[in-house]
């Protein structure tokens, strides 16, 4: 049996991170979470491109635009959908998980889902930094792992 795995180093890697604006108080602790995963992987500071977007709808088209351009090894899609009285989180999850995964298999380059779908506050400010840790520090070590994984294919 011969395992194949990608190894914690970003050394060299060019990294895009797209970030939603809406519920920035969790999106912002995501993105800072993403940027130390990077930057303690030995990604260069210069080698990380953060784009803001509105919300997590939006994500998909700005994604799709950064896997066209190939200017990036990888993409991290961060945002934070939480739940409220109308069914606007249904549209809004669903169709956001929906583009990002269809990028993640079209693109020539790992597309990294990090958008919380929670149904409280308090479940996502657990995981931007809480008790549960960083989701965002969590999709920046997929992108590095992921990376050094399709580099070896």
């Known amino acids: ?7 914690l180093n970003g050394d060299g890697l060019k990294m895009a991170v ?25 990604v260069a500071d210069d080698n990380i491109d953060v784009y803001y977007c509105p919300g997590a709808f939006e994500i998909p088209a700005l994604v799709n635009k950064l896997v066209d351009a190939k200017k990036h090894d990888a993409v991290i899609c961060l945002g934070a959908v939480i739940r409220g009285e ?5 549209y809004v ?18 597309v990294i889902y990090g958008v919380l779908t929670t149904d409280t506050v308090d479940q996502a400010v657990d995981r931007s930094g809480g008790k549960s840790g960083n989701k965002g520090f969590d999709a920046a070590m997929t992108a590095i792992e992921m990376v050094n994984l399709v580099k070896k294919l």
């Not at 602790?29 to 130390?36: E, H, I, R, T, V």
């Not at 109308?86 to 249904?90: I, R, S």
């Not at 999850?93 to 790992?110: D, F, H, N, T």
């Open 1 to 7: 049996m011969i395992k194949h795995e990608g190894k």
């Open 18 to 42: 797209v970030v939603s604006r809406f519920n920035g108080f969790v999106t912002e602790k995501l993105l800072s979470g993403a940027l130390d995963g990077l930057l303690r992987h030995g």
């Open 86 to 90: 109308t069914p606007h989180f249904d």
């Open 93 to 110: 999850a669903g169709e956001s998980a929906k583009g990002i995964g269809q990028l993640s298999i079209r693109a020539s380059m790992p």
